[in-house]
């Protein structure tokens, strides 16, 4: 079954701390890949995306993820967070078939 | 200019009755969804639509209906509200069913 698995449930971090977040995706074909945010009692905004080319994708914020086909994961990271990164973050895919799945997500929680 | 609006933002009702969520995007996309949010952020989706094809997720009850009168427009409809149904409601759209997608704002759904 074709799913988005986010291992981390609940991540706390102080302020400057470095931050990795995973996301692993199970799918046998070509896929395009997301990172979504929610920030508290706000709607979901795209963070970045991958679509092809280089694996390394940078986003908004700081943020950056890397697409590791061998692994099927797309891993969100970032070096240094700001209390201001305290959100709701989703990580999905889509297939060549128009499917769209989301992850369950994982709450970061940056303390100051 | 907001790109994907709802409204309501709130809606609060009782048990039994009928509402309709609207969703409306400006952005000429094809393809619009509905998700479910609970209360841990798990988002769920309910329906996507083109102007071919509507999909359903087979776990939505039949009491959930979406109406399109155009492009621009997926409304949702719900029967005979129940408890379980308070929730959070996102309408998102994308140019094509694998490209990212666009969120509005939500209509948080309490039923009394």
């Known amino acids: 079954a074709q799913s988005v698995s986010q291992h981390n449930h609940h991540v706390i971090l102080s302020e400057a701390a470095s931050l990795e977040l995973g996301c692993n995706y199970s799918?046998?074909?070509?896929?395009?890949l997301f990172w979504y945010v929610q920030y508290p009692g706000q709607h979901l905004q795209l963070l970045l995306k991958y679509f092809s080319g280089d694996p390394l994708v940078k986003g908004i914020k700081g943020f950056e993820a890397e697409f590791i086909k061998s692994k099927f994961s797309f891993n969100l990271r970032k070096p240094s967070v700001q209390w201001s990164d305290t959100a709701e973050y989703f990580c999905?895919?889509?297939?060549?078939?128009?499917?769209?799945?989301f992850g369950t997500g994982t709450s970061l929680t940056v303390i100051p | 200019d907001t790109a994907v609006s709802q409204t309501p933002k709130y809606l609060v009702t009782q048990m039994g009755n009928d509402k309709s969520i609207k969703c409306e995007q400006n952005?000429?996309?094809?393809?619009m969804y509905w998700y479910k949010q609970d209360s841990k952020k798990f988002l769920k989706i309910m329906f996507s639509?083109?102007?071919?094809?509507?999909?359903i997720n087979e776990t939505v009850p039949n009491r959930f209906s979406p109406k399109s009168p155009d492009k621009a427009h997926l409304n949702l409809h719900i029967n005979s509200l129940e408890l379980g149904d308070s929730a959070v409601y996102f309408c998102a759209s994308a140019k094509a069913g694998n490209y990212e997608q666009y969120f509005g704002p939500g209509t948080r759904l309490t039923v009394t």
């Open positions: 799918y046998g074909g070509t896929v395009n």
């Open positions: 952005l000429g996309h094809d393809t």
């Open positions: 639509y083109n102007n071919k094809e509507l999909i």
């Open positions: 999905a895919f889509s297939n060549t078939g128009n499917q769209f799945y």
